[in-house]
């Protein structure tokens, strides 16, 4: 049984995790949708399986988008894992090198171990919360953040007409999207402008990492970004300032300051 106060066990737990994951991706070649669920694909189902297996038998609860919350007899109900097993399954379909696995360890109400893999190219941002964020093992921080102007932005969903960044690029995995941000090496910038479509599982790891590496996140709306609600949805934002997140909130049709 796992000691989920023990983050360098949590993160081994979770990088052992995403390497069974990037195996199961790597050798898939059923891309057919699951027929349970609109836009599941059979892969969502089956790393979801892999993920829970090992979740649970850590000890585990977990909060999943393809299973909602699950979890073994006797366990600590003050800490609970918010999983994406395979975010962007269109782009692993199609071959695109840009889906992750997105884990992050919620205890007593507050994100504490969070991983982002991505499953195609092997790159990994982590973080503890309080010893700061990693990329491959290596300490991270973000870079420079130019203005909304000056700045490459991630969006999901189409933007605005007035949206006017230097550049945006619609990736379609938004774990990855954010998580790159933290990387002073990615984007600066990640939006969401769709409709409310973006579960905690999308984003709350890579918000963790992100934070942890100096950056700043909001909700479009102004709503904590923190909910264990499977089926709550938010517009999360995520900027290498906050200089820049404040830009990128008054781009939005509706956004409210943080």
């Not at 360098?8 to 699951?34: K, P, Q």
């Not at 003050?78 to 692993?92: E, Y």
């Not at 995995?173 to 984007?187: H, W």
């Amino acid at each position: 049984m796992l000691d989920h106060r023990d983050a360098d066990a949590v993160l081994e737990l979770f990088g052992a995790i995403c390497d069974r994951t990037t195996a199961i991706v790597a050798a898939n070649d059923d891309w057919s949708m699951s027929g349970d669920r609109e836009t599941q694909y059979a892969i969502d189902v089956e790393v979801d399986a892999a993920c829970l297996e090992m979740l649970h038998g850590g000890g585990l609860r977990v909060l999943s988008e393809e299973s909602g919350v699950t979890g073994p007899a006797g366990a600590d109900h003050a800490a609970l894992v918010v999983v994406d097993p395979l975010d962007g399954s269109t782009n692993a379909a199609l071959g695109l090198p840009w889906c992750a696995t997105a884990l992050c360890l919620v205890v007593d109400g507050l994100p504490s171990v969070a991983m982002v893999a991505n499953l195609r190219t092997g790159n990994r941002f982590a973080a503890i919360v309080g010893r700061g964020a990693t990329q491959n093992g290596h300490a991270i921080s973000v870079g420079h953040a130019p203005r909304l102007a000056d700045a490459i932005v991630a969006v999901n969903a189409r933007p605005p007409a007035g949206f006017r960044p230097a550049q945006y690029r619609s990736m379609g995995a938004t774990a990855l999207d954010i998580a790159s941000v933290a990387g002073g090496g990615g984007f600066d910038a990640s939006i969401d402008f769709d409709d409310d479509k973006i579960g905690v599982w999308d984003y709350l790891a890579a918000v963790t990492i992100l934070h942890e590496a100096g950056g700043v996140a909001a909700d479009a709306l102004g709503r904590d970004l923190l909910t264990l609600d499977h089926g709550a949805r938010r517009r999360p934002v995520a900027a290498a300032s906050r200089e820049l997140l404040h830009e990128l909130l008054a781009a939005t049709d509706d956004g409210v300051e943080p």
